[in-house]
């Protein structure tokens, strides 16, 4: 059985759990690895916190990719957008998620 510190709300843990599955969902519809990376690192899927376009290049080189500009991850990030808009599902879980 899973105990819960005092401090910790059963909503909070609902929350959690409801942006974990949301995420999953989301990072499901983007097949490429880059453009995942791309989009997780921006909004912060998992790690909770967003990052500027130039932060999400460094972060890239980091995972072995070549060295791009910013401007190019706002780009590639545009394309990957581009290339799932047509998915309903997909435009409704991550409204969900940027708005909550």
């Given at each position: 059985m899973l105990e819960?510190?005092?401090d910790f709300s059963f909503?909070?843990?609902v929350n959690n759990l409801?942006?974990?599955h949301l995420v999953g969902y989301i990072q499901e519809a983007f097949t490429n690895p880059r453009?995942?990376?791309i989009i997780d690192a921006h909004f912060g899927l998992t790690?909770?916190?967003s990052s500027t376009f130039d932060e999400v290049a460094d972060h890239l080189v980091g995972l072995g990719y070549d060295r791009i500009t910013g401007e190019r991850v706002r780009q590639l990030e545009a394309k990957a957008f581009r290339r799932v808009k047509t998915n309903p599902v997909v435009?409704?879980?991550f409204?969900?998620?940027t708005v909550g």
């Amino acid at each position: 059985m899973l105990e819960l510190e005092s401090d910790f709300s059963f909503d909070e843990l609902v929350n959690n759990l409801s942006r974990r599955h949301l995420v999953g969902y989301i990072q499901e519809a983007f097949t490429n690895p880059r453009d995942r990376a791309i989009i997780d690192a921006h909004f912060g899927l998992t790690s909770g916190y967003s990052s500027t376009f130039d932060e999400v290049a460094d972060h890239l080189v980091g995972l072995g990719y070549d060295r791009i500009t910013g401007e190019r991850v706002r780009q590639l990030e545009a394309k990957a957008f581009r290339r799932v808009k047509t998915n309903p599902v997909v435009r409704k879980l991550f409204c969900e998620l940027t708005v909550g």
